[in-house]
């Protein structure tokens, strides 16, 4: 079992910056990647950004060059620093953890989400 715990979320100016962070607590020795993907109004849930316990990033192609994750040395914590925000960034965050179980299959815990909005 794994617990995600995220804060951060917020309103924001266009062009403002927000950071948001989760910090996972329980079975961590088993989480390959941590990430966040957001959900807004009417759209399916999609990836933001992930990084691997190895340190490896995936951003979504909207997001490059403005937002940044990151893991705490303990690994047991994910940042994500948004920068020059935009109105359609505005949705529901929510931090996930990729678990892997020693027979090779994988479990997706995902926290309680945290809303960003984007508005003037």
């Known amino acids: 079992q794994v617990q995600l715990v995220e804060s951060g979320g917020g309103l924001v100016q266009p062009g403002g910056s927000l950071r948001l962070s989760c910090a996972a607590s329980?079975?961590?020795?088993?989480?390959?990647?941590m990430g966040w993907y957001r959900q807004a109004p009417g759209k399916q849930r999609e990836l933001v950004a992930a990084?691997?316990?190895?340190?490896?990033?995936v951003y979504a192609d909207s997001v490059k060059g403005r937002f940044t994750i990151s893991r705490g040395n303990s690994k047991t914590t994910v940042d994500l620093q948004m920068n020059s925000l935009k109105p359609e960034d505005t949705a529901v965050y929510y931090c996930?953890?990729?678990?892997?179980?020693?027979?090779?299959?994988?479990?997706?815990?995902w926290g309680q989400g945290t809303q960003v909005t984007v508005s003037s």
């Open positions: 329980g079975s961590i020795f088993s989480i390959y990647a």
């Open positions: 996930n953890a990729d678990y892997r179980y020693t027979s090779g299959s994988k479990y997706d815990y």
């Open positions: 990084i691997t316990s190895g340190g490896s990033t």
